[in-house]
T-cell receptor, first 115, second 111 residues
Framework: KAGVTQTPRYLIKTRGQQVTLSCSPI?????VSWYQQTPGQGLQFLFE???????NKGNFPGRFSGRQFSNSRSEMNVSTLELGDSALYLC??????????????FGQGTRLTVV | GQQVMQIPQYQHVQEGEDFTTYCNSS?????IQWYKQRPGGHPVFLIQ?????EVKKQKRLTFQFGEAKKNSSLHITATQTTDVGTYFC???????????FGTGTSLTVIP
């Protein structure tokens, strides 16, 4: 079974630009979550999508948005990039069972550098 | 809001010494998961604890869930260089289905 795939792996953007990151979950997983990871800040939750609907949202500004398609693939978009947006963006997929999500399977991440 | 804190943030140990990381939640948790992230890698699931006072073992790793289901710990016996990485806990409150990740503990093992 293929794992979670994130593209691109690395990205360099200029301040003010916008960026779109892609995540393909494990087949059969309908929940996709996005995290921002920076040194010293740990894993900051961005949002979770399930069946094309945003189910949970973290404390990030409106510049961060996402969506999920009918095949469960997800994208996240960051507009008007700031230097502080430089980070590793991780996507995780999981199954939904009675009692909540099962374990999260993470992708390799997209390393975004804003210059 | 929901917070999951981990201590210590960093830990350096000599190979062969034991290591423990602690996870504390501001609210009661339904369950808690632990993940390991190797340097340059992504978090990988280790285990899930569900019951109050539960203890689970994986070889040299021992995981505990507190009686009040608000804290958890991961203990590694006789650390090896392969244990290097950052260990995260992730707790799910009784209400809702979102997991909140702890701040992580970065473990360095000195050979």
């Amino acid at each position: 079974k293929a794992g979670v795939t994130q593209t691109p792996r690395y990205l360099i953007k200029t301040r003010g630009q916008q960026v779109t990151l892609s995540c393909s979950p494990i087949s059969g997983h309908r929940s996709v979550s996005w995290y921002q990871q920076t040194p010293g800040q740990g894993l900051q939750f961005l949002f979770e999508y399930f069946s094309e609907t945003q189910r949970n949202k973290g404390n990030f500004p409106g510049r961060f948005s996402g969506r999920q398609f009918s095949n469960s693939r997800s994208e996240m978009n960051v507009s008007t990039l700031e230097l502080g947006d430089s980070a590793l963006y991780l996507c995780a997929s999981s199954l939904i069972r009675q009692g909540g999500n099962t374990e999260a399977f993470f992708g390799q991440g997209t390393r975004l550098t804003v210059v | 809001g929901q917070q999951v804190m981990q201590i210590p943030q960093y830990q350096h140990v000599q190979e062969g010494e034991d290591f423990t990381t602690y996870c504390n939640s501001s609210t009661t948790l339904s369950n808690i998961q632990w993940y390991k992230q190797r340097p340059g890698g992504h978090p990988v699931f280790l285990i899930q604890l569900v019951k109050s006072g539960e203890v689970k073992k994986q070889k040299r790793l021992t995981f505990q869930f507190g009686e009040a289901k608000k804290n958890s710990s991961l203990h590694i016996t006789a650390t090896q260089t392969t244990d290097v990485g950052t260990y995260f806990c992730a707790g799910r409150p009784n209400t809702g289905n979102q997991f909140y990740f702890g701040t992580g503990t970065s473990l360095t093992v000195i050979p």
